[in-house]
């Protein structure tokens, strides 16, 4: 049996745990036109669903523009390339936007704002998402004070629907998708 993308996920993070930037993924949305959006996010961890799958954390600021494209649509791509064992995953699936108006995750979305250090929550508090704000800064605007997190934190929650796997030293590949009943299934890989 094959080994499952978490199983080998874990192994492929732990290898390069210590490589800066290893975190980073890049992420891909589509707009109201259809235009294609990608950037770069840090990934911040997983989290078990109610249903038993597991998703992919990350976060961003509520008044981004990726926000209004995920609301507009909500179906992405994720792209995870690993330098120190030239591994590459790219999972499809579906992002949630956990807002502090939210039902779901607070305790999660909580969690999350509190592993921040003080300058990632500082950008937060900034007057436009993306551009510093001197004045945050000068004030001096004790983010350690706030436990909880402002309205412009949103946890961004992936849930992947088909993962695909390629070992690039040896060509190998594999894909996994998830089907009701059966869970994670793998099939035959795609040309991607």
Not at 80 to 109: A, H, N
Not at 143 to 153: H, R, V
Request: charge should be negative; proline fraction near 6%.
């Amino acid at each position: 049996m094959a080994t499952s993308w978490t199983e080998r996920i874990e192994k492929s993070i732990k290898k390069s745990r210590r490589i800066r930037g290893g975190n980073y993924v890049q992420l891909a949305t589509v707009d109201a036109e259809g235009r294609p959006h990608c950037r770069t996010v840090v990934f911040r961890g997983f989290v078990d669903l109610p249903s038993g799958r597991t998703a992919m954390k990350m976060i961003t600021d509520a008044r981004s523009d990726k926000v209004v494209q995920i609301q507009h649509n909500p179906l992405c791509e994720l792209v995870w390339w690993f330098s120190q064992s030239s591994e590459q995953y790219r999972f499809e699936g579906t992002l949630e936007l956990i807002t502090s108006e939210s039902p779901d995750f607070q305790d999660v979305r909580t969690h999350q704002w509190s592993a921040l250090s003080d300058p990632a929550r500082a950008q937060f508090f900034w007057s436009n998402a993306g551009l510093f704000d001197p004045q945050v800064d000068a004030e001096g605007v004790s983010t350690t004070e706030a436990s909880d997190p402002p309205n412009t934190f949103v946890l961004v929650v992936l849930t992947p629907s088909v993962v695909k796997y390629l070992r690039l030293h040896d060509n190998y590949a594999q894909e996994e998708a998830w089907t009701t009943p059966n869970g994670w299934i793998t099939v035959p890989p795609r040309a991607g």
